[in-house]
């Protein structure tokens, strides 16, 4: 029973095997490797971008902060949801990695920010010239941190503001694959035709051991993006391993299918908890993530059983004399298997 | 009619002839002018600080940035109210000194923090350990960005909150000696007995050409202080031409002089506009500043009367049908004139 | 013949059976995994440190730029050899770390520095107080960049240099052990003993697909280091991969059986060029790179032959009319094969 | 006998009598009084660039960081000479200003850069692509720090070898007078037409008390100027004080006439102490100081006469048995007479 997050899975057997693989003689470091020349190749095809320059990290906050340096200016302003992973999660790293941009939080439900909300912050910014910081560029996250999904159509709306004022959009996209199989619509539909400049593609949360792409689909800013990877210590010597594990992930749709089987599984996990007397949803479950409330018997006996996640928001606690509701963070991923979530469902109900 | 801003006045003559008198034979630079002994005498006398390390600067975003830097590292969260000026008009100094730390905003009715949205907001922070930004500093603005002011006991009870966590306060005082004059209490009540640990000491908008002073009550950091003025380009080299101005300011009670004359200005103009039917106070007028609102035709009239002043907050427009009423900040300096705020209020009124 | 670096070398099977091994069921994520636990306590004992924290990175320049910034404050010089890796291969990572701060090169052959020309180096910093830099760390790295080694005396007479003016000293060891073998001692001896404060344990060069350690032998900047990695980008979720590659490293003393063959294949391979005619070691061969120099008609039937490697410095040139002398580097991993040496000695030797 | 350094001199009376002149009435802060009109003219007319971008502030580092940091990126290397002011006396401000470029050092004869020094560090840059800093650009003193000048065909021959790479070209003219009276040229000969793209052009030690105005010709980096230097803390709010110094003195000739006498000064010193047996220049006198050695009994009896110089470098040491030379720093400003100056002379001659 275990809802902790979709980052203490394994990995399939796959990516394992590709690894193997790929342990053979010599290879060029540092990206040379002839094993990223057949994974740029896979993503630009997955994402209809022949230009698209494509590199692999390690970490998602890798991928975002060296995203953010390289298209927002040290003076800028970030636009993002008042619970964004670059706000709550990364102890400031965007603000190091820019060199002192500023974080603008945007309110919205569900961990989603509204065009409305955007266009005022957008409005309020450089309202004083150079007293202020100047606006700088959007990053929205999908899905997003309450397991709540952007459409294309709403992420375009959102990029349309930015540009409205000439500013780049990026995507964190952690979860970037939960969210694509949710809305159903192409990986070039959620992105650049949304109007999105760069992606942080996420795989570790969905079944690697670490690597993140990051797709710049205006490739002008490569190079620099090359630089700051360096300069930030993430660019891999061994580099073969990371290309290794992309490569199987966007073989045979491994990255659809396990994004696939993670949704399902929230699906399943969301629709037990919500048919609890009692509890209730506090999110729409549309990803991997479902955010519940229950009473706080029902936390009792899950955690009697075993069962591993989160109090969501964190102040709230286990002890406490009565029966009230307590909202609970429960992540699924690729390998959840449907006893698991019987069993949490069933300890949770009593 | 000008209330355009405390920076737009000249400077008394007693300050001129301190530079004058200032100007023979040769003196030491980089602050080891014979001056800057008089005046570190001085500053430590006035707030009772006989250890206190003191450091003059030009500007009063270098002494803001410069104090943060010194007290809080580049994954701390630095607490202040929304409209600081260290979050509104400094163009992400703070961000850039610190090495990218985050600007925590706390609400509060006439740009005051109270100890309850400081302590929830202290709470909040560090929740999830290193994922996190840590708890830095507490930073308020006396008198605040509203021409309010925080007393003694409000002082204290902020920095109450941060001590409980062992975080040094700063205050930006660019206009502290408003504040002062206006609590009544001494300079030393104003900050260390009230748990300040380093003062912006402003200078510059009560009457200086370009001066205001680092107060930093516990030296220990006094010598970080220095490296990074020097790192950041502010350590003068003719650093006499700071010296005096600051020693003429705490010569003969000018700088409460100063002070005195201009909040009694704007209590002047308080009283004359808040009389004017139509007019009321956005902001309790506690030291040089006037918050006011009044119809548009009077705004009409006051501008075609000469006056200087913005509309406050920067998104409203003298263009319009109707005679809704326009908020406005109104800004007394130790110049302002009775004759000036007679004919202002003679303007509004109509 | 593959001797272009010992990162395009692949990994032993023991490594990747480790990453199977750990691939089973939930681990928690960050560095909180069972497995780090162990790895915990073998670097301890490896070390004789039993205090020591120890933290997990995937890339060298990650584990020597967070070690500098931890220990090193934004106005800090850092000695090290004017070829070391952080000054010519980093791409100013280590400025960019430490928020600025400045790499003071010190000459010497071999790449190794002497204690003379650190004390000359540390006597002129800081010559004009706050005008200049300040003194701030000592790097060395072990084995050098041009494949020699420091033994613990000559480790402890540079790190007393430091001492005398009480900085703190770090190694950059992404070779750790192919020097530690070289000079036949122990992990404490070449370490804390002889006065290093923090070790950047090199695991990618010897073997393993992306880990290095770093060894904080005085805990009490552990928690900055935390927050550092974290910034940085360098905090893993699936820690539990790293974790695994570590603890196989230091089982069955892989690692220093690694390096024990990477040695003895340079150690064959110098053997062998320098007992040809008209070839030369341009440094001793101490650890697991060679550096000759032999005419270019040699060069030109090794890579005829499919030999891989680097001139070395890079300005030379493989075109040219005559049989000038050209250097080369030739580094070994622990699958460089006796074959592939005999294979190269034969074709330079023609 | 005052030779410690220009900016130990008061200012001339012209200076203080326009700051007096400029304390009338209000002024808009920030840059736009209309003082600084006058002064934006008045440098674009001294230097033939009509397009020029010009803007005050108040202390060389800061003109200079501001300038590097504006034209080189954080990736960047700057070129300089060894003993330049930006690599010696600045705490390593453009390291921080830049985000943590890096300073490559040239030697050179009496501080000065050759072109072949500067042309074999270019080519040595970058040479292992990503992994290295990259070519940013270069700064080159005027005066320079060992009292000598760069004639504008000099200037020209090194700038020319970064225009080769596309670079960038910064003049330190902390002391630009000095050079350009003693050069005997115009200030755009000196500057554009020799390929200058930005110029520190100092005032502070050449008569003001604390002005250096920063000329970017080509103006297209003039915004992200204005936000670097409001981030800086450098953008004064009672501007109209730094106008009337930069006015004043570009008026009359006052720069020249100052820079002229300092200079002359130095003529006169230079001359006297080299006719004393015994003593010799240490570096040709070119522009207001004198770099002389003469024996120990000198240095006794100038200091004994009164005389503030420094022994240069600083390692020298007063105390000693013998007669050695040592060698010392004579720094003549505006307001040097010949009576100190023969009074120096006389008293090393003794």
Redesign the interface.
């Known amino acids: 029973m275990?809802f902790?997050?979709d980052?203490?899975?394994?990995?399939p057997p796959q990516v394992?095997a590709a690894?193997?693989a790929a342990?053979?003689?010599?290879?060029?470091?540092?990206g040379n490797d002839t094993v990223m020349e057949a994974v740029r190749a896979r993503v630009r095809a997955v994402f209809e971008a022949p230009e698209a320059a494509v590199y692999l990290?390690?970490?998602?906050?890798?991928a975002?902060?060296?995203s953010l340096a390289t298209f927002c200016?040290?003076?800028g302003a970030i636009y993002c949801h008042r619970v964004a992973h670059i706000e709550?999660?990364?102890?400031?790293?965007p603000?190091?990695?820019?060199?002192?941009?500023?974080?603008v939080l945007i309110d919205g439900d569900h961990a989603k920010m509204t065009p409305e909300g955007l266009r005022r912050a957008l409005?309020?910014t450089a309202?004083?010239g150079?007293?202020?910081?100047?606006r700088g560029m959007l990053s929205l996250t999908n899905s997003t941190e309450n397991g709540t999904i952007y459409t294309p159509a709403e992420v375009a709306a959102l990029t349309a503001e930015a540009k409205a004022y000439g500013l780049p959009s990026h995507m964190d996209g952690a979860r970037f694959t939960n969210a694509l199989v949710s809305a159903g619509c192409s990986a070039a539909e959620m992105t650049w035709k949304a109007g999105i400049d760069v992606l942080s593609f996420g795989g570790?949360?969905n079944g690697l051991?670490?690597v993140e792409a990051v797709v710049i689909f205006d490739p002008t800013k490569a190079w620099?993006f090359?630089?700051?990877r360096?300069?930030?210590?993430?660019?891999?010597?061994?580099h073969r391993?990371?290309s290794a594990q992309m490569l199987a992930y966007l073989t045979d749709d491994l990255w659809l299918e396990n994004a696939r089987r993670a949704n399902a599984a929230a699906a399943r996990l969301s629709k037990g908890i919500a048919a609890i007397p009692g509890a209730s949803l506090v999110h729409p479950t549309q990803a991997n993530a479902v955010f519940a409330a229950w009473p706080r018997s029902g936390h009792i006996r899950a955690q009697a059983a075993g069962a591993?996640y989160y109090l969501w928001p964190?102040?709230q606690s286990m002890e406490g004399p009565g029966e009230e509701s307590l909202a609970a963070r429960l992540v699924c991923s690729w390998s959840t298997t449907d006893a698991e979530i019987d069993a949490m469902v069933a300890a949770v109900r009593g």
Chains 1, 2, 3, 4 share one sequence.
Do not use: I
């Open positions: 275990e902790a997050s980052n203490t899975s394994p990995v394992l690894l193997t342990n053979t003689g010599a290879q060029m470091p540092y990290v390690a970490t998602g906050t890798a975002n902060v060296l200016p040290p003076w709550e999660d990364e102890c400031g790293a603000e190091f990695y820019t060199g002192g941009s500023k974080l409005g309020f309202r004083a150079v007293h202020n910081v100047q570790t949360k051991l670490g620099e090359e630089l700051r360096k300069r930030g210590g993430h660019l891999f010597s061994k391993y990371l591993h964190g102040d």
